[in-house]
Each structure stands twice: as C-alpha cells, then as structure tokens.
C-alpha cells in the first residue's frame, strides 16, 4: 500500500493517525495489486465492482516519461519525477522519499504545455534540495511507461473507491517490461476497505500486493538497480499511549517491514532480504505472544500461524545463505590453503533450489492473502473483535501498566529456562533462544516508555550480545545437516572441503561455548528496568 501527499484532503494512516497535510497538499491512499497478462478482463466484471460502481467508467491512454539526471541525482535521495500526458493535458509530478511515514511521501502536481520538465513550478522552498540545486536542462528522460488505464469510482457502503485496470509497458532504451495491475485508491472512508476488495479480488485470480512503485520497476529495467534490504523503523510509542494504540502502531511497523522486503527476497538480489522479512515475521508473531494472554483475540492466532507458515518458507533460504556468507566465508579467509571451490558451487546449487522454491511461495495467493488480512488487521483494529468486555478494558489501559507485567513474565520465563545452564543441550538452548529473542523483542518495543532509565539500554545490550551467542551456536549445529545433504555427491575435493568445515566448526564451538556460558552469567547478574 502506498500513501502519497498532493491537493486535496488529510487522510488517516494505519495507526488510525490523522496524517499533517499542509495547505495545498493531497493525502493519498493506494493499494497496489500485481496481475497476470488476460486477466484484467474478467477481473472488471466482478460483482462488487457492476454492483457499486457509478457507471462504466472511462478509458484513458496514459503515456509517461520519467527524468533524472545523468548521474541519477534524483533516484539516489529517493526522489522521482514525471510527466504524464492524458489527451490533450500534460502533468508535471515530483514525489520525495517517505518521511517518518513509511507509506508517506508529500508530492507535487503541477499543469504543463508538453513533455519538457519545468523545475520552475514547483515550490522550491518546500521541495529542497537536490531538485532546488538543478536546472531544467540537467535532466534527461530515463524511461517510459505507455498505459492504458480503464478508472472507475466505486460508491461503497462506507468508502469511496476508485479502481483502476492499468495495462501496457514500462519503456527503457531497447528493454520492456510488460505492466498489468490494479490500482485501488482511497478517496474517502477507512483505508480498510481496499484491503477487503483487495481480498474478494484475489478470489477470481492469482494477484500479488505490489511493493513497488512504477518508478522504482523503471529505475530497475533501465539500469539494473537492485533495491536494498530494510530494517525496521523505530517504534514511536509513548507512555501517553493505551494498549490499542501500541498494538497498531507495532502491527502496522512489523507490516510495513514485511512488504518492504518482499520483492527483495523476491529477485533474490539480496541475501538481506529473505532475513528481513524473517525478523519482520518474527517481530510479528512476538507481538501476539505478547498479548495474547491478556487479550485473546481470535485474529492473533490467526496471524501467528500464517506469519509461522511464511518464515517456514523462508528458512532454507536463510540457512544457505547464512552457510555460505558466514561460514565458509570465514573458513576460506583463515584457511586459505584449502581449495574451498567444489563447496562453493555445491552450496550455490542449493541456495540456487532455495530460491527458486522461495519465489513459487512468495507469488502463491496464500502469501498474497496473508499480507493483505495484516493490512485488513491494522486499519480495522481487527483484535478487537471476539473478545470480551475484560479484555477490551486492557485495550484502555495506559501501556506502561502492562509493559511491565509482560516484560516480568518474559524475563522470569527466560531465567527458569536458562537454569542449570552449563547442562543445556543444544535443543534446550535453541528454546531458551526463543525464550530470549521474545523478550528481546518486547524490550526493544517498550524501550521508548523507559528512555529516562540509564539501565533499559544496557539489559537491551546484554540481551542482544547473549542471543547473537546462542544463534551462533545453533548456526553450527544448523550446518552440520547442510554439510550432510552436500555429502551425497561424489567429489573428493568437495568431502576433503566438508571436512574442513566439520573440524573447524568442533573447534568454534568450544570458543563459543566459553563466550556462550560469559554472557549467560553477565544477563543473569542484569536488573531489571522496569517498574521502578
């Protein structure tokens, strides 16, 4: 979903925030929906859309040219800018990089009597820098996009639509890239309308959230950009806040970070991205651990199984690229003797399966439908639903009250499942290693309500230090049915190389184990922060 700035009317965002417009802006709301070739048209006679909308519609060819400047100026601080033409009328429209937001972006429209960019139209002291710094003759036309776009308002009980069919092609020097998808744009009511027709949509053929903007696809045919892995924004609670607040303002931010990396994790481009959408799943189904218990709504089950079913997915990817980036990669720079060749390339096909695996799953409706019912869950608020009047009380309350007996429970959990620590197989530490990741997390979430404790960062710190010691040992453990699944083929200089690996990881273990029990020791002798 995408949320732009322009003209027109101040929207509410996911958290149920009343978004700052200024005067002479627009708030926009858009979901994004990706489609096969041929079936636009079967999707346009769907019965939610005959039975609410206004009339047929209008048909309109849409033809677009992208400008940067030779060096990308533009697209290096997250800035586009276009001109589109529609009939007889052109559109000037330049859109800066999310701010604070992450479905933000303020954006600018301006009327023009051609193609030719007119830099001059646009309000300078509001645009900044680099476009303030540019001339018109410093830009040159990237790409195109060549659209034919059939829009259509749709009148719903308590929204207005418009939903657009677009199908053409995105233009770059001798390259094209075949466009098929629907454009669902809020123009008044609760945004989570476009999640429900996004939903009945997905009924009558396989469609995929669109994460990215035509922009960014044209920028990625026209000179190979690869779009990086994202980390999670920070968390912007406050002690003024009551439960429902944190428990969208977490959902929402754990949402945004999925989609963000889905089509990373997609083009396989970026190792981070797989392990990006993992921590967002992660953080997700920590975030319904958390509540759960005081509040147990149906919808975090629900979220908590298929954002399980999805990091599933997700992990032999994950493993081999931990494999191959991590260990062997570690063992090659200190054993630089050992011909590690045969490894490489057994461990390339593997990664390679893993992905290819990976992509079915990422373009498979049920993934679809899952990113979908996460926005349909924040926009409504929908865990508030089926639960009784106990738990609608704890919704009320201010969230320090409640952080503190979550963040209790978490920390005794994780202390009686360390116990005897030095006795802990392997399969027992990798519990105590979920134990400790969900307190992580929790830690990591309530932190802003404890910024005045000198204390909350140095457990947050010790916390972290203890669970990267217990990853490493579970990544060795991990490794060793890797190794197993390599030795299968027949290549003397691929076991010689296994067997290299197989010894020096006995030998990171002992050293590991020995920072291991260190930090163990160090966590244990931590306050706690809260509640004082």
């Known amino acids: ?235 912007s609670i406050t002690a003024e806040h009551v439960v429902d607040d944190v428990i969208a303002v977490l959902m929402g931010t754990c949402w945004h970070h999925l989609l963000k990396n889905h089509a990373v994790a997609e083009e396989g481009s970026d190792p981070e991205g797989v392990h990006q959408m993992r921590v967002a799943l992660r953080r997700l189904r920590t975030i319904c651990a958390l509540f759960r218990r005081d509040i147990p709504s149906p919808a975090f089950q629900t979220v908590n199984s298929e954002a399980r079913w999805l990091m599933q997915q997700l992990g032999p990817a994950r493993e081999w690229d931990v494999f191959a980036e991590t260990t062997v990669a570690r063992l090659a720079a200190a054993a630089p003797d050992v011909d590690f060749g045969s490894l490489r390339e057994a461990v390339e096909r593997q990664r390679k399966s893993s992905y290819a695996a990976l992509q079915t799953v990422l373009a498979d409706p049920r993934c679809s439908r899952f990113l979908l019912s996460l926005g349909h869950l924040v926009e409504r608020r929908s865990w508030r639903n089926e639960i009784d009047c106990e738990a609608l009380a704890v919704l009320s309350l201010p969230m320090p009250t409640l952080a503190n007996k979550i963040l209790a429970r978490l920390h005794r959990k994780a202390l009686r499942r360390g116990a005897h620590f030095r006795r802990l197989n392997i399969d027992a530490q990798h519990d105590l290693r979920i134990d400790l990741k969900k307190l992580r997390y929790a830690a990591e979430f309530f932190l802003p309500l404890y910024a005045t404790h000198a204390s909350a960062r140095r457990y947050a710190r010790r916390l972290a230090r203890l669970q990267t010691s217990l990853g490493r040992a579970r990544d060795i453990a991990s490794s060793r049915i890797l190794l197993d699944a390599m030795r299968q083929e027949d290549q003397p200089a691929l076991h010689l190389a296994i067997g290299a690996v197989a010894g020096w990881q006995a030998r990171d273990q002992i050293a590991a184990a020995r920072t291991l029990r260190k930090r163990w020791r160090r966590f244990k002798a931590t306050p706690a922060f809260w509640g004082r």
């Open 1 to 235: 979903m995408e949320i732009s700035l322009n003209a027109r009317q101040p929207v509410v965002s996911d958290s149920g925030a009343a978004l700052a417009v200024r005067p002479g802006e627009q708030a926009e709301i858009e979901l994004k929906l990706l489609a096969p070739q041929g079936a636009l048209e079967q999707l346009r006679e769907m019965p939610v859309i005959v039975q609410h909308a206004r009339n047929r519609g209008a048909f309109r060819r849409l033809e677009t040219v992208y400008y940067d400047t030779p060096e990308r100026l533009l697209f290096q601080h997250g800035v586009s800018l276009r001109v589109r033409r529609s009939g007889k009328h052109f559109i000037q429209t330049l859109k800066l990089p999310n701010s604070g937001q992450p479905l933000t972006r303020r954006q600018w429209e301006t009327p023009l009597d051609d193609f030719s960019p007119d830099l001059a139209r646009l309000p300078a002291d509001e645009v900044g820098d680099p476009v303030t710094t540019l001339t018109n003759e410093a830009l040159v036309p990237v790409f195109a996009t060549r659209i034919r776009r059939h829009a259509r308002q749709l009148d719903l009980p308590d929204a207005s639509v418009e939903i657009a069919f677009d199908e053409g092609m995105i233009e770059a020097g001798g390259r094209q890239q075949v466009l098929s998808e629907i454009e669902l744009e809020l123009k008044s009511g609760n945004a989570g309308i476009l999640f429900d027709l996004g939903t009945q949509l997905l009924d009558a053929a396989p469609l995929q959230v669109g994460t990215r903007s035509k922009a960014e696809r044209g920028y990625a045919l026209a000179f190979d950009v690869v779009r990086p892995a994202a980390k999670a924004e920070p968390f």
